[in-house]
C-alpha cells in the first residue's frame, strides 16, 4: 500500500506567549525566538502511517510539504523517522496562502509522485488552524474523507478508521483510496528519531520541486489568496487581575478559596 | 441570491448552539436585506422543526437518516445549488467542521472556522476568529461566493422569535448514497461530556495532576460536590489519563461556563483558546507563574493534593 | 654443615631439587597463559590515546600504586593492604635473593646482609602479612561491610595467602630446630617456631616435617603463582598499569568524543565497544567496593552499582574469551543469575528485518546481559564521578554508564520519557526546561545588562545558563551576581537571547550528537564576540565551557562566578558591609568540587559573608555527597523512598546550620526541595554563595 503523508512547517507555537510578537502590515507572527518545527498534527499523522506499516508490513510512506526551503528539515526528520521518500515543493511567493492553494499544490505534486491508497494530513496547523487541507485536498483529487481518525486498521483490502466526535467515537470503513486527517491521541506520539537515522537522512534522495515544475496555475498558486485572505491580524489585550488567595495557614487559604467558589456559582 | 442558509445537524436539539447559529444566521441576513433557511439533517430533524421555524424563514427537512459524511455532504450540495445562498453557516460539531471546506469547494465558495464574529464588508463577507493557538485574532476576508463558515455557535446570541412562524418543507433530493465510507459503530459516552459546552461550571485537570487516579479519586468528588463537568487539557489526554473527549482547548471543546476551576493546568495559549469565554477562571497550581493566572479572578498556588481534599471539606461545609 | 660466617644452607634437607625447577615450568606457563588472555582481552578493544606525559603517569603509579594513597583513606584497610602488599614484595625480593645465590653464584645471602634483611626484615614482613590477613579476615567475617564482595575466591585468597606464610614460618622454625640454627634468633617468628617445636619434636621428626611442609609450601605457592592471573589477585599487575595509563585531566573531563563521520556505532553495547583501556579497568578492579560505597543513588536504595558494573562486564568479558563464538551461555553465569532483558543487538527493525544496529555489531548485547548494566540502573547515575575520586585504581566507572547511556538514546532511541522531553525541548527552544514560561532575559527586568550585540567593551562574558535564566529561584542568584559585577565595576554583557543551553545535560543523558551540535554552535558564536573570558554561576556550564568546547574551538578563560567574585574581594573591588549572623555550611557542587577541584573560592565567599560559624559537613569537598541533580536526573521523578537530595537534606540540616550554601543552579533546586520534604525538622535556609555575598556587600538601603 503507498501511504502519502502531508507535514507543514510552522513556528513553534509553544514559544512564551510574551515572546510572541506579530507584524500587523505583513499580517503574520513575526519570527523572534521560535524555531520552526513540524506540525505536530502532522507528526500524529506520520507516527499513525509509521506504526500502521509495522502492523501490516507492507507499505511505503512518503511524505511530502509545500513550504520553504526551511521545510527540508521537516522532511529530513521524517526520513529519520523512517518514512520511505519526501518530496518538496518549494514555496517562492505568498508564504501564508489561503488553504485552496495548499490543497491545489498537494494535489498537483500528488499525481506527480504516482498512485497512493492511503492520504494523510494532520487535522490543523498550530499556526493558522484552518483545519481546511484534508477536506480541500479530498475535493481536489475527488476521493472520500474521514477526519478527526487516530486508529488505522486494514481490514480486507479496506481500512478501517476509528474518529474522534465531540461526544465519543465513530468507527468507519472506507475504500481506497481515501484522505483522512488525524487528532492527536495518546498512541500517536511522535517517536524520536535515533541519531545514526537523523545522520543518514541527510544522505537519502529528497525530490524537490518549484510550483512551475507542477501542473497547476503556478502564478495563481504564488498569489495564494483567491479563496480568502488575512484582513487583519492582531493581539488581543486581555488581562485580568488574578486575586490569590491569603492566609497564614493552607486551611485559611483554602476556606477563602472555597469562599471566591461558592460565591461565583450561587449564582447558579 | 442574499440569502443565508444555516445547517444543522439536529441531534443537539434546539439547544445553546442551535440558537446562537440562528441568531448569528438572522442577523447576517438582516444586514443582507434576505431571508434565512435552515436546514435540518438527521434523525431528530422532524421533532425540532417547529423551534426552528419559529425565528427562520424556511425550515427544510434534508434527511433522517443517521449521518454519513459523503451522502450528508452530497445532499447538502444538491440543496446549495438550488438555493445559491450568499452564506451558508454551520456550528461548531464534529459533522459540520468537516463538512464545511468540502461543501465550500464544491459550490466554488471559500470556507472557513471557528469564526466568532460575521459581518459583509462591500462584497466581501468577513470573520472574526482567533489564530496562532489563541494568541492572536485575525480577520479573514472570504473572496469567493458562497461564503461557508462553522461558528463557535455558543458565543452567538439567539434571535428574537419572529410574529410569523416559517414554512416548513421537506426536500425531495435524489441523492445516491456514497458507499465509499460508511460508519459501523458509533458511541456516544455516558459520562456526559457532550454537555462539556453547555456546562456552567467546570472541573479541569492539566499536566500537573499525574496519572488518570487522581482524577477519578480527587477530582471527580470535586467537581460532583460543585455540580460541575469534568475537563482536561490536552496533555492529560495524550498521556491517556481520560477521553479524548474531556480535551478543552484550541483543538478540543469551547466551553463557556460561570466557572472554570483549572487544576494544574499552566494555561498555555492553546488551552486559553477553548475557554477564552469562560465567565470567570480560578486555577489552583503550584508555579505562581504560570500564564493560566493571568487569566483568572482568583487562584491559589499551592500543591493540588494539598488543597483539593481541605478544599472538599470546605465546601461541604458551606453548603450546609 | 654451617659454612663460615652468618648465612644458611639453601635447599637443607631437600633433595630432589630438579623437581622444583620442572614444576616451575607448567607453573610459569599457566601464570604466563593467564596474563596473555587478560592482556588479550584488552586489545580487543578500541584505540585509546593513554601513554603521553610518562612523567606524570610516573608520579601517579608511585603515589597510588606504591604509596597507596587511595587505598589508606580507610586507615584500617589501608594498613593491613601496606602489610600484605609490602610484606609480598618483601618476600619476593627474599625469593630472589635465594635465587641469584643458589642458581646464580652470587654469593649475596651472607653476613650482615643475611641477618639484617634475609633474616629480620623478612621475618617481620612475613609477620606483617599474616597479621595484615587476619586483620582483613576479621573485617570481613566478622564486621561484614556491604561494600565487599563475597566469594569463594576471595575467602581462598585469604587463606591461601595466609597459609603460604604461615607454612614458610613452619619451614622456617622446623630448620632452625633441627640444624640449631646460631643465627635462629635473627628471624624471630620462625624462632618462636622452633622453640615452641623442640620439646616434642625429635631432629628426625623435625627433618621429615620441614621436609613435608616445603614440599607442600612449594605446591600451594606454586599453585598460587599459577592461578594469581585468574583471580581478582591480577590487581598486582593490572592496578599499576591501570594507574599508569590514568585520565591524567580532571574529573569533569572523563567523558569521550565520538567522531560521527567514522564510527560504527554510537555509544557501547558490547565488549569491542570500550576502549582497551576500559577494559583493562574491568581486570584492574580489586572488589574493594568503595565505589558503590559513596554511590548517592546506591546510598538512597537504588539499584545502580558501578562495583557490579565492573565486576559484571569483567565476567561478561572472560566469558567471551573463554567461548570463542562470543555466545553468551547461560550455564556459564552461576555469579550473576539470570540474564536479564538483554539489550539485543539483535533486534528487529520496525519491517521485521535484522535492525541495523544488529547488523552492524553482531556482538552480545551487554546493557541487561546483566543486572548491573539493567537500562533502569543506568537511568539511575548522576554521573557525580564519586565512584571514580573512590577508587584506589583509578577506574573509571561512571564513563562506561554513559557510554552505553548514548548507545540506548543514540541507536535506540530509548530513554525515559522526562529525558525525553528535556532533550526535545533542547532541539527546539534551547534549554531543557520543557513547558517554561519564562524568557532568557526576564531576570535582568530594570538592571541594565548589556547583552554582547550591543557592547563592544565588555571585558567578560556573563554566561547566565539555563537554570539561572529559566527557573525562577534561580534567577535571583543571577541578579544577585550581576549586581555584584556591576557594583564592583566590572564590564561585562551577557549573550541574551543568543545564549543556548551549553549542552551538558544532553551530553549526560547520552545525546552525544546532539550536545556537538549545541557545543558548535554556541563555540561559533562566542568566537563570533571575541569572547575570551567567560564567568558562570553554573558548574555543568562551568565545566563544559573549560574542559569540553576546547575539543570544538572554544577556548576561554573560564571562571565559576564564586572564583571570580572572590578574586574581586581579594583585589578591594567588594567589601562586606555587614555580616550575616547565621551558621552557614557549604554543599559543594559535584562538577565544580570533585570534578575541577575548586573548592576554596565559594568557601572564601561564606566566610566574608558570615560572621557566625561556619561548618563543614562530614561528606565535603572532594568526598561530597550529591544533591542528586546531575547526569539528567533533575528531569526525573524518583520514587518518594529514594530521593539523594533527601539524603543530602538530612545531612545538612544534621550540621545544626541555619544556611546551606550551595553555588549551583542544580543544587539549589534539588536541595530546596529536599529541604522542603524534610519540612518541620528544622528551618534552614538555601542561598547561593552570591546571594550571601550580595547580602554582605550591597549598599545599605537596597531593597534587594
Given at each position: 500500500m503507498?501511504?502519502l503523508v502531508?507535514?507543514?512547517?510552522?513556528?513553534?507555537p509553544e514559544?512564551?506567549a510574551?515572546?510572541?510578537?506579530?507584524?500587523?502590515?505583513?499580517?503574520?507572527?513575526?519570527?523572534g525566538?521560535?524555531?520552526?518545527?513540524?506540525?505536530?498534527?502532522?507528526e500524529n499523522?506520520?507516527?499513525?502511517?509509521?506504526?500502521?506499516?509495522?502492523?501490516?508490513s507492507?507499505?511505503?510512506i512518503?511524505v511530502?510539504?509545500?513550504g520553504?526551503?526551511?521545510?527540508?528539515?521537516?522532511l529530513?526528520?521524517?526520513?529519520?523517522m523512517?518514512?520511505d521518500?519526501a518530496a518538496?515543493?518549494v514555496?517562492?511567493?505568498?508564504?501564508n496562502?489561503?488553504?485552496?492553494?495548499?490543497?491545489?499544490v498537494l494535489a498537483?505534486a500528488?499525481?506527480?509522485?504516482?498512485t497512493?491508497?492511503?492520504?494523510?494530513?494532520?487535522?490543523?496547523a498550530?499556526?493558522w488552524?484552518?483545519?481546511?487541507t484534508?477536506?480541500l485536498l479530498?475535493?481536489?483529487?475527488?476521493?472520500?474523507?474521514?477526519?478527526?481518525?487516530d486508529?488505522?486498521e486494514?481490514?480486507?483490502?479496506k481500512l478501517?478508521?476509528?474518529?474522534q466526535?465531540?461526544?465519543?467515537w465513530e468507527?468507519?470503513e472506507?475504500?481506497l483510496p481515501?484522505v483522512?486527517?488525524?487528532?492527536n491521541?495518546?498512541?500517536?506520539v511522535?517517536?524520536?528519531?535515533?541519531?545514526?537515522?537523523v545522520?543518514?537522512?541527510?544522505?537519502?534522495?529528497?525530490?524537490?520541486?518549484?510550483?512551475d515544475d507542477?501542473?497547476?496555475?503556478?502564478d495563481?498558486?504564488?498569489?495564494g489568496n483567491t479563496?480568502?485572505?488575512?484582513?487583519?491580524?492582531?493581539?488581543p489585550l486581555?488581562e485580568t487581575?488574578?486575586e490569590?488567595v491569603?492566609?497564614d495557614?493552607?486551611?485559611?487559604?483554602?476556606?477563602?478559596?472555597?469562599?471566591c467558589?461558592?460565591?461565583?456559582?450561587?449564582?447558579? | 441570491m442574499?440569502?443565508?442558509v444555516?445547517g444543522v445537524f439536529a441531534?443537539?436539539?434546539?439547544?445553546k448552539?442551535?440558537?446562537?447559529?440562528v441568531?448569528?444566521g438572522?442577523?447576517l441576513?438582516?444586514?443582507?436585506?434576505?431571508?434565512?433557511?435552515?436546514?435540518?439533517?438527521?434523525?431528530?430533524?422532524?421533532?425540532v422543526?417547529?423551534?426552528f421555524?419559529?425565528v427562520v424563514d424556511?425550515v427544510?427537512?434534508?434527511?433522517q437518516?443517521?449521518?454519513?459524511?459523503?451522502?450528508?455532504?452530497?445532499?447538502l450540495?444538491?440543496l446549495?445549488?438550488?438555493?445559491?445562498?450568499r452564506a451558508v453557516?454551520?456550528a461548531?460539531?464534529?459533522?459540520?467542521?468537516e463538512?464545511?471546506?468540502?461543501l465550500?469547494?464544491?459550490l466554488g465558495?471559500s470556507?472557513v472556522g471557528d469564526?466568532?464574529?460575521?459581518?459583509?464588508?462591500g462584497e466581501?463577507?468577513?470573520v472574526s476568529?482567533?489564530?496562532y493557538?489563541?494568541k492572536a485574532?485575525a480577520?479573514?476576508?472570504l473572496?469567493?461566493?458562497?461564503?461557508?463558515?462553522?461558528?463557535r455557535?455558543?458565543s452567538?446570541?439567539p434571535a428574537?422569535p419572529?410574529a410569523t412562524?416559517?414554512e416548513?418543507?421537506q426536500?425531495?433530493l435524489?441523492?445516491?448514497a456514497?458507499?465509499r465510507?460508511r460508519?459501523?459503530?458509533?458511541k456516544?459516552?455516558?459520562?456526559g461530556?457532550?454537555r462539556l459546552e453547555?456546562?456552567?461550571?467546570?472541573v479541569?485537570g492539566g499536566?500537573g495532576?499525574?496519572?488518570?487516579?487522581?482524577?477519578?479519586?480527587?477530582?471527580?468528588?470535586l467537581a460532583d460536590?460543585?455540580?460541575?463537568q469534568m475537563?482536561?487539557?490536552?496533555?492529560?489526554c495524550?498521556?491517556?489519563w481520560?477521553?479524548?473527549?474531556?480535551?478543552?482547548?484550541q483543538?478540543g471543546?469551547?466551553?463557556?461556563?460561570?466557572l472554570?476551576l483549572a487544576i494544574?493546568?499552566?494555561g498555555?495559549?492553546?488551552h486559553?483558546?477553548?475557554?477564552s469565554?469562560?465567565?470567570n477562571i480560578a486555577?489552583i497550581?503550584?508555579?505562581p507563574?504560570?500564564p493560566?493566572f493571568?487569566h483568572?479572578?482568583?487562584?491559589?498556588?499551592?500543591?493540588y493534593?494539598k488543597?483539593?481534599?481541605?478544599?472538599r471539606?470546605?465546601?461541604?461545609?458551606?453548603?450546609? | 654443615m654451617n659454612?663460615?660466617?652468618?648465612?644458611r644452607?639453601i635447599?637443607w634437607?631437600?633433595?630432589?631439587?630438579?623437581?622444583?625447577?620442572f614444576?616451575l615450568?607448567p607453573?610459569?606457563?599457566?601464570g604466563i597463559?593467564g596474563?596473555y588472555?587478560?592482556f588479550?582481552?584488552?586489545r580487543?578493544?578500541?584505540p585509546?590515546a593513554?601513554?603521553d606525559?610518562?612523567?606524570?603517569?610516573?608520579k601517579?603509579v608511585?603515589k597510588?600504586?606504591i604509596?597507596?594513597?587511595?587505598?589508606?583513606?580507610?586507615?584500617?584497610?589501608?594498613v593491613?593492604?601496606q602489610f600484605i602488599s609490602?610484606?609480598?614484595?618483601?618476600?619476593?625480593?627474599?625469593t630472589?635473593?635465594?635465587?641469584l645465590?643458589?642458581?646464580f653464584?652470587?654469593?649475596?645471602?651472607?653476613?650482615?646482609f643475611y641477618?639484617?634483611?634475609q633474616?629480620?626484615?623478612v621475618?617481620l614482613?612475613g609477620?606483617?602479612?599474616?597479621l595484615g590477613v587476619?586483620?582483613a579476615a576479621a573485617r570481613?567475617?566478622?564486621?561484614r561491610?556491604?561494600?565487599l564482595v563475597?566469594?569463594?575466591e576471595?575467602?581462598?585468597?585469604?587463606?591461601?595467602?595466609?597459609v603460604?606464610?604461615?607454612q614458610?614460618?613452619?619451614v622456617?622454625?622446623w630448620r632452625?630446630?633441627?640444624t640449631n640454627d646460631?643465627?635462629?634468633?635473627?628471624?624471630?617468628?620462625?624462632?618462636?617456631?622452633a622453640?615452641?617445636?623442640?620439646?616434642?619434636m625429635?631432629?628426625?621428626e623435625?627433618?621429615w616435617?620441614h621436609?613435608g611442609m616445603?614440599w607442600?609450601?612449594?605446591a600451594?605457592?606454586f599453585?598460587?603463582?599459577a592461578?594469581?592471573?585468574?583471580?581478582?589477585?591480577?590487581?598486582?599487575?593490572t592496578a599499576?598499569?591501570?594507574?599508569?595509563t590514568?585520565?591524567?585531566?580532571?574529573l569533569?573531563?572523563?567523558?569521550?568524543?565520538?567522531d560521527f563521520?567514522?564510527?560504527?556505532?554510537?555509544g557501547?553495547?558490547?565488549?569491542n565497544?570500550?576502549t582497551w583501556?576500559d577494559?583493562?579497568?574491568?581486570?584492574?578492579?580489586?572488589e574493594?567496593g568503595?565505589?558503590?560505597?559513596?554511590?548517592?543513588?546506591?546510598?538512597?536504595g537504588?539499584e545502580l552499582?558501578?562495583?557490579?558494573?565492573i565486576?559484571?562486564?569483567?565476567?561478561l568479558?572472560d566469558l567471551g574469551?573463554r567461548?570463542?563464538?562470543?555466545g553468551?551461555?547461560?550455564?556459564?553465569?552461576p555469579v550473576?543469575?539470570?540474564l536479564?532483558?538483554?539489550h539485543?543487538?539483535?533486534r528487529k527493525?520496525?519491517a521485521?528485518?535484522?535492525?541495523?544496529?544488529?547488523?552492524?555489531?553482531p556482538?552480545?548485547a551487554?546493557?541487561?546481559?546483566?543486572?548491573a548494566?539493567?537500562?533502569?540502573?543506568?537511568?539511575?547515575?548522576t554521573?557525580?564521578?564519586?565512584?571514580?575520586?573512590?577508587?584506589p585504581v583509578?577506574?573509571?566507572?561512571m564513563?562506561?554508564?554513559?557510554?552505553?547511556r548514548?548507545y540506548?538514546?543514540?541507536?535506540?532511541?530509548?530513554?525515559p520519557?522526562s529525558?525525553?522531553?528535556a532533550?526535545m525541548?533542547?532541539?527546539?527552544?534551547g534549554?531543557p526546561?520543557s513547558?517554561?514560561?519564562?524568557?532568557r532575559?526576564d531576570?535582568a527586568?530594570?538592571?541594565?545588562?548589556k547583552?554582547?550585540?550591543e557592547?563592544?567593551?565588555?571585558?567578560?562574558l556573563?554566561?547566565?545558563?539555563?537554570?539561572?535564566a529559566?527557573v525562577?529561584r534561580?534567577q535571583?542568584?543571577?541578579r544577585s551576581t550581576?549586581l555584584?559585577?556591576e557594583?564592583?565595576?566590572v564590564?561585562?554583557?551577557?549573550?541574551?537571547?543568543?545564549?543556548?543551553?551549553s549542552?551538558?545535560p544532553?551530553r549526560?543523558?547520552?545525546n552525544?550528537?546532539?550536545?556537538?551540535?549545541?557545543?558548535?554552535e554556541?563555540?561559533?558564536?562566542?568566537n563570533k564576540?571575541?569572547?575570551?573570558?567567560?564567568i558562570t554561576s553554573?558548574?555543568h556550564?562551568?565545566?563544559?565551557?573549560?574542559?569540553?568546547?576546547?575539543?570544538?574551538?572554544g577556548?576561554?578563560e573560564?571562571?565559576?562566578?564564586s572564583?571570580?567574585l572572590?578574586?574581586?574581594?581579594?583585589e578591594g573591588?567588594?567589601k562586606?558591609?555587614?555580616q550575616?549572623?547565621e551558621?552557614i555550611?557549604?554543599?559543594?557542587?559535584c562538577?565544580?568540587?570533585?570534578?575541577?577541584?575548586?573548592?576554596d573560592a565559594?568557601?572564601?565567599?561564606?566566610?566574608?559573608?558570615?560572621a557566625?560559624?561556619?561548618?563543614?559537613?562530614?561528606?565535603s569537598?572532594?568526598k561530597s555527597?550529591?544533591?542528586?541533580?546531575g547526569?539528567?536526573?533533575?528531569?526525573?521523578d524518583e520514587?518518594?523512598s529514594q530521593?539523594?537530595?533527601?539524603?543530602?537534606a538530612?545531612?545538612?540540616?544534621?550540621?545544626g546550620?541555619?544556611?546551606?550554601?550551595?553555588?549551583?543552579?542544580f543544587c539549589?533546586t534539588?536541595?530546596e526541595?529536599g529541604?522542603?520534604?524534610r519540612?518541620?525538622?528544622r528551618?534552614i535556609?538555601v542561598?547561593?554563595?552570591a546571594?550571601?555575598l550580595?547580602e554582605?556587600a550591597k549598599?545599605?538601603?537596597?531593597d534587594?
Amino acid at each position: 500500500m503507498n501511504i502519502l503523508v502531508c507535514l507543514k512547517q510552522i513556528l513553534d507555537p509553544e514559544i512564551p506567549a510574551r515572546d510572541f510578537r506579530i507584524d500587523p502590515v505583513k499580517r503574520e507572527a513575526e519570527r523572534g525566538t521560535a524555531n520552526l518545527v513540524t506540525n505536530i498534527f502532522c507528526e500524529n499523522a506520520l507516527e499513525t502511517a509509521l506504526q500502521f506499516r509495522e502492523r501490516t508490513s507492507d507499505a511505503t510512506i512518503t511524505v511530502l510539504c509545500y513550504g520553504a526551503s526551511t521545510a527540508e528539515d521537516s522532511l529530513r526528520k521524517a526520513l529519520a523517522m523512517k518514512a520511505d521518500a519526501a518530496a518538496l515543493v518549494v514555496n517562492d511567493g505568498n508564504q501564508n496562502p489561503d488553504p485552496l492553494t495548499v490543497a491545489r499544490v498537494l494535489a498537483a505534486a500528488i499525481r506527480k509522485l504516482g498512485t497512493f491508497e492511503l492520504i494523510m494530513v494532520g487535522r490543523e496547523a498550530g499556526d493558522w488552524g484552518a483545519g481546511q487541507t484534508g477536506g480541500l485536498l479530498a475535493e481536489e483529487l475527488g476521493l472520500p474523507c474521514v477526519s478527526f481518525v487516530d486508529r488505522i486498521e486494514s481490514s480486507d483490502g479496506k481500512l478501517r478508521l476509528k474518529r474522534q466526535t465531540d461526544t465519543g467515537w465513530e468507527l468507519f470503513e472506507a475504500e481506497l483510496p481515501v484522505v483522512v486527517s488525524i487528532t492527536n491521541d495518546e498512541h500517536n506520539v511522535p517517536r524520536i528519531p535515533k541519531v545514526r537515522d537523523v545522520m543518514m537522512s541527510y544522505r537519502q534522495p529528497l525530490t524537490q520541486w518549484k510550483l512551475d515544475d507542477l501542473d497547476i496555475a503556478s502564478d495563481e498558486a504564488r498569489a495564494g489568496n483567491t479563496y480568502y485572505e488575512v484582513a487583519k491580524l492582531s493581539i488581543p489585550l486581555k488581562e485580568t487581575h488574578c486575586e490569590f488567595v491569603t492566609g497564614d495557614t493552607l486551611d485559611e487559604r483554602v476556606e477563602k478559596l472555597a469562599k471566591c467558589i461558592v460565591e461565583v456559582t450561587r449564582a447558579l | 441570491m442574499n440569502d443565508v442558509v444555516i445547517g444543522v445537524f439536529a441531534s443537539g436539539g434546539f439547544d445553546k448552539a442551535a440558537q446562537g447559529l440562528v441568531g448569528a444566521g438572522r442577523r447576517l441576513a438582516d444586514s443582507l436585506g434576505s431571508r434565512l433557511h435552515v436546514v435540518l439533517l438527521g434523525s431528530a430533524a422532524l421533532t425540532v422543526a417547529d423551534d426552528f421555524a419559529r425565528v427562520v424563514d424556511t425550515v427544510i427537512i434534508v434527511d433522517q437518516a443517521e449521518y454519513e459524511p459523503e451522502t450528508c455532504l452530497s445532499a447538502l450540495t444538491r440543496l446549495c445549488v438550488e438555493l445559491l445562498p450568499r452564506a451558508v453557516l454551520l456550528a461548531n460539531d464534529t459533522y459540520s467542521q468537516e463538512i464545511t471546506p468540502r461543501l465550500a469547494h464544491r459550490l466554488g465558495g471559500s470556507a472557513v472556522g471557528d469564526g466568532v464574529e460575521v459581518h459583509i464588508d462591500g462584497e466581501a463577507l468577513c470573520v472574526s476568529r482567533q489564530v496562532y493557538g489563541g494568541k492572536a485574532q485575525a480577520v479573514i476576508e472570504l473572496k469567493r461566493k458562497p461564503a461557508v463558515v462553522w461558528l463557535r455557535a455558543r458565543s452567538f446570541s439567539p434571535a428574537n422569535p419572529r410574529a410569523t412562524t416559517g414554512e416548513i418543507r421537506q426536500a425531495v433530493l435524489d441523492v445516491p448514497a456514497d458507499t465509499r465510507t460508511r460508519i459501523i459503530e458509533r458511541k456516544r459516552e455516558a459520562s456526559g461530556a457532550a454537555r462539556l459546552e453547555e456546562a456552567r461550571v467546570i472541573v479541569s485537570g492539566g499536566r500537573g495532576i499525574g496519572g488518570s487516579e487522581p482524577f477519578e479519586m480527587e477530582l471527580k468528588p470535586l467537581a460532583d460536590l460543585m455540580g460541575a463537568q469534568m475537563a482536561a487539557s490536552r496533555a492529560a489526554c495524550d498521556a491517556g489519563w481520560v477521553p479524548p473527549t474531556w480535551q478543552v482547548g484550541q483543538t478540543g471543546k469551547k466551553v463557556t461556563p460561570d466557572l472554570y476551576l483549572a487544576i494544574a493546568i499552566t494555561g498555555a495559549s492553546q488551552h486559553m483558546a477553548g475557554i477564552s469565554e469562560a465567565k470567570n477562571i480560578a486555577a489552583i497550581n503550584t508555579d505562581p507563574d504560570a500564564p493560566i493566572f493571568k487569566h483568572c479572578r482568583f487562584g491559589i498556588v499551592e500543591d493540588y493534593r494539598k488543597v483539593v481534599p481541605l478544599l472538599r471539606e470546605k465546601l461541604v461545609a458551606l453548603q450546609k | 654443615m654451617n659454612p663460615a660466617g652468618p648465612t644458611r644452607q639453601i635447599y637443607w634437607n631437600i633433595s630432589q631439587i630438579w623437581v622444583m625447577y620442572f614444576l616451575l615450568l607448567p607453573t610459569v606457563a599457566i601464570g604466563i597463559y593467564g596474563v596473555y588472555l587478560r592482556f588479550s582481552s584488552w586489545r580487543r578493544g578500541a584505540p585509546a590515546a593513554r601513554f603521553d606525559h610518562p612523567a606524570a603517569r610516573i608520579k601517579l603509579v608511585l603515589k597510588h600504586a606504591i604509596a597507596q594513597r587511595r587505598t589508606a583513606r580507610n586507615r584500617y584497610s589501608g594498613v593491613f593492604h601496606q602489610f600484605i602488599s609490602y610484606g609480598f614484595v618483601i618476600l619476593t625480593i627474599a625469593t630472589t635473593v635465594v635465587a641469584l645465590d643458589a642458581d646464580f653464584g652470587t654469593a649475596i645471602m651472607r653476613g650482615n646482609f643475611y641477618l639484617y634483611f634475609q633474616s629480620f626484615t623478612v621475618d617481620l614482613f612475613g609477620a606483617l602479612v599474616l597479621l595484615g590477613v587476619a586483620m582483613a579476615a576479621a573485617r570481613r567475617y566478622l564486621k561484614r561491610p556491604k561494600k565487599l564482595v563475597y566469594t569463594d575466591e576471595a575467602t581462598l585468597i585469604l587463606v591461601a595467602i595466609f597459609v603460604i606464610c604461615l607454612q614458610g614460618f613452619l619451614v622456617e622454625g622446623w630448620r632452625i630446630a633441627a640444624t640449631n640454627d646460631p643465627w635462629g634468633a635473627w628471624s624471630p617468628f620462625g624462632n618462636l617456631i622452633a622453640r615452641a617445636s623442640r620439646p616434642w619434636m625429635s631432629v628426625a621428626e623435625l627433618q621429615w616435617a620441614h621436609r613435608g611442609m616445603w614440599w607442600f609450601h612449594l605446591a600451594v605457592s606454586f599453585g598460587f603463582i599459577a592461578w594469581l592471573p585468574y583471580t581478582k589477585m591480577m590487581h598486582v599487575l593490572t592496578a599499576p598499569l591501570n594507574i599508569y595509563t590514568a585520565n591524567l585531566g580532571p574529573l569533569g573531563a572523563s567523558l569521550k568524543y565520538i567522531d560521527f563521520e567514522n564510527t560504527e556505532t554510537f555509544g557501547v553495547n558490547s565488549l569491542n565497544g570500550f576502549t582497551w583501556k576500559d577494559l583493562l579497568d574491568l581486570d584492574a578492579c580489586t572488589e574493594c567496593g568503595r565505589c558503590t560505597d559513596v554511590c548517592p543513588a546506591n546510598a538512597v536504595g537504588k539499584e545502580l552499582s558501578p562495583r557490579d558494573i565492573i565486576l559484571q562486564l569483567r565476567d561478561l568479558k572472560d566469558l567471551g574469551f573463554r567461548n570463542s563464538d562470543f555466545g553468551l551461555q547461560k550455564e556459564a553465569l552461576p555469579v550473576m543469575g539470570q540474564l536479564s532483558g538483554v539489550h539485543d543487538a539483535n533486534r528487529k527493525d520496525a519491517a521485521g528485518g535484522p535492525s541495523q544496529s544488529a547488523i552492524r555489531n553482531p556482538q552480545p548485547a551487554i546493557i541487561g546481559a546483566v543486572p548491573a548494566t539493567s537500562p533502569a540502573a543506568l537511568w539511575q547515575c548522576t554521573t557525580c564521578a564519586a565512584c571514580m575520586e573512590a577508587c584506589p585504581v583509578y577506574i573509571e566507572q561512571m564513563p562506561k554508564i554513559v557510554d552505553m547511556r548514548r548507545y540506548l538514546v543514540m541507536e535506540e532511541a530509548d530513554f525515559p520519557d522526562s529525558m525525553q522531553q528535556a532533550i526535545m525541548s533542547l532541539e527546539k527552544r534551547g534549554h531543557p526546561f520543557s513547558g517554561t514560561n519564562a524568557t532568557r532575559l526576564d531576570w535582568a527586568e530594570g538592571l541594565g545588562v548589556k547583552q554582547i550585540s550591543e557592547t563592544k567593551d565588555a571585558e567578560v562574558l556573563l554566561w547566565v545558563g539555563c537554570g539561572g535564566a529559566l527557573v525562577e529561584r534561580n534567577q535571583k542568584v543571577t541578579r544577585s551576581t550581576a549586581l555584584l559585577l556591576e557594583q564592583a565595576g566590572v564590564k561585562f554583557a551577557i549573550m541574551g537571547r543568543e545564549e543556548k543551553c551549553s549542552g551538558d545535560p544532553a551530553r549526560r543523558i547520552g545525546n552525544e550528537f546532539l550536545f556537538e551540535t549545541l557545543a558548535k554552535e554556541n563555540v561559533e558564536n562566542l568566537n563570533k564576540y571575541e569572547v575570551k573570558k567567560v564567568i558562570t554561576s553554573c558548574p555543568h556550564c562551568f565545566n563544559t565551557f573549560k574542559n569540553e568546547y576546547p575539543q570544538y574551538g572554544g577556548r576561554f578563560e573560564v571562571y565559576h562566578h564564586s572564583e571570580y567574585l572572590a578574586r574581586l574581594v581579594d583585589e578591594g573591588k567588594l567589601k562586606p558591609l555587614s555580616q550575616l549572623k547565621e551558621k552557614i555550611t557549604f554543599h559543594d557542587p559535584c562538577y565544580l568540587g570533585r570534578q575541577n577541584g575548586v573548592y576554596d573560592a565559594p568557601r572564601q565567599l561564606v566566610q566574608i559573608s558570615a560572621a557566625g560559624k561556619t561548618v563543614e559537613m562530614e561528606r565535603s569537598r572532594a568526598k561530597s555527597f550529591c544533591c542528586g541533580g546531575g547526569g539528567g536526573m533533575s528531569f526525573i521523578d524518583e520514587p518518594a523512598s529514594q530521593r539523594v537530595n533527601q539524603e543530602r537534606a538530612r545531612e545538612a540540616i544534621e550540621t545544626g546550620a541555619d544556611v546551606l550554601a550551595v553555588g549551583c543552579p542544580f543544587c539549589m533546586t534539588m536541595m530546596e526541595d529536599g529541604i522542603n520534604a524534610r519540612k518541620g525538622e528544622r528551618d534552614i535556609r538555601v542561598r547561593d554563595v552570591a546571594e550571601l555575598l550580595w547580602e554582605a556587600a550591597k549598599p545599605r538601603g537596597t531593597d534587594e
